[in-house]
């Protein structure tokens, strides 16, 4: 993943500085924001990316900014047969 941005599903929409997941009401309970960030208080970044130039550590951003977004899949655990 050379040069890589992507999107999270983490945004902060609802309420400036309580970052939760898409589909989610809760706050997240884990961060691993790059030096700096979040730096938008004024709504302007609400969503979140991570990218590999800087250990995958994470940066908000507008959301009108265009990233391929990650996918969430089942654990094999989570498929019933």
């Known amino acids: 993943m050379h040069g890589a941005h992507r999107w999270m599903g983490l945004n902060d929409l609802q309420n400036e500085g309580t970052w939760v997941w898409i589909g989610s009401s809760t706050p997240t309970t884990f961060t691993d924001w790059f030096p ?6 004024t709504g302007e970044e609400d969503c979140v990316i991570f ?31």
């Not at 700096?36 to 208080?41: A, D, I, L, R």
């Not at 996918?71 to 047969?81: F, H, K, T």
Request: glycine fraction near 8%.
């Open 36 to 41: 700096g960030q979040p730096n938008s208080n």
């Open 51 to 81: 990218t590999n130039y800087n250990g995958y550590q994470w940066y908000d951003v507008s959301c009108d900014s265009k990233y391929e977004p990650i996918c969430e899949i089942p654990s094999s655990d989570d498929i019933v047969g």
